[in-house]
């Protein structure tokens, strides 16, 4: 009953995103019920995503929409946010030339241990955090993508600086698994939330792939679309 009735104040907005739930012992006092009960219950919203519990500060509803992502022959993460009124950001968490393993290797069709821009990246929707992961680039065509990225703030643009104006979505494996204890601190979300995985290969309109990437998702607030539209 707690749980619903909380539940039901944030999705008529009685209860505003970013707002502070009350504390335990108000809330065990407004529902005339044990702080255990108050506590299982605000343990089940968050793990639903409806609100985050922040060490020392206490517990918010949730301030991140659920986004819509579509996956199709173009696929811009601008594009697919933007449009929905979020405010997305990015910033390099590190960068650096490094030898192709054998499953980039693969993806990007180069030798094993071929030079290739290696890129961690966090994405952030209104500030909150929605992805973070690791992207690859042969180095001979893209020897400085990271910085150029990092300082034109798109990937889009970054490829028309380098003279390649259009790109193609080739493969997308999608897949949900547990969290893992840094990814669900990185990502601000319930431990016990689970994480989507998507692997990709973008290629330029010869076919060739330029990019290869794995990126790990907050499934609380994002769904992804399968799109066979020319999503461009």
């Not at 506590?39 to 985050?52: D, F, M, P, T, Y």
């Not at 969290?179 to 601000?188: G, I, R």
Request: hydrophobic fraction near 35%; aromatic fraction near 6%.
């Amino acid at each position: 009953m707690i749980r619903d009735t909380l539940a039901t104040e944030i999705s008529n907005r009685t209860l505003r995103p970013g707002d502070k739930l009350p504390t335990e012992p108000e809330l065990a006092e407004r529902f005339k019920a044990g702080r255990h009960s108050v506590r299982r219950a605000v343990e089940a919203l968050a793990k639903s995503g409806k609100v985050s519990i922040e060490q020392g500060r206490g517990t918010f509803v949730e301030e991140a929409p659920l986004l819509t992502y579509s996956i199709g022959k173009r696929t811009r993460l601008r594009t697919n946010l933007l449009p929905q009124g979020c405010e997305v950001s990015g910033e390099t968490l590190g960068s650096g030339v490094v030898k192709a393993a054998h499953g980039v290797a693969n993806a990007l069709e180069v030798a094993n241990g071929t030079d290739v821009v290696e890129s961690h990246r966090i994405t952030l929707a209104n500030g909150k955090p929605i992805a973070f992961g690791t992207s690859w680039y042969p180095a001979d065509r893209f020897p400085d993508f990271a910085e150029r990225r990092e300082e034109i703030g798109s990937a889009t643009e970054t490829y028309k600086s380098y003279g390649i104006e259009d790109y193609l979505r080739r493969d997308t494996e999608m897949y949900a698994r547990p969290a893992k204890p840094e990814e669900a601190k990185t990502l601000k979300q319930h431990p016990d939330l689970p994480v989507i995985v998507v692997r990709k290969v973008d290629t330029d309109t010869d076919g060739i792939p330029i990019s290869h990437s794995k990126v790990i998702w907050a499934s609380g607030r994002v769904k992804f679309t399968i799109s066979g539209q020319d999503d461009g």
